[in-house]
């Protein structure tokens, strides 16, 4: 009997920074200094899952320019 496993997408550097309309290099400082979304080192290369991704956008959404990220 086959059994199904739905694995999350994991999308690469260049695919989220292209996602978000940023840098390489802006993905790399998020990362190092805590402020993007989360991520997964496989060996040497980061991968990213879409889930965490948007997470992240949804908990940067504001209602009004002087709101402040939580």
Known sequence: MSTTVNLPSLLNQQEVANYLDKSIAWCERARWDGTGPRYIKVGRAVRYRADDLLAWIEE???????QRGN
């Open 60 to 66: 940067n959404a504001h209602r009004h320019s002087g």
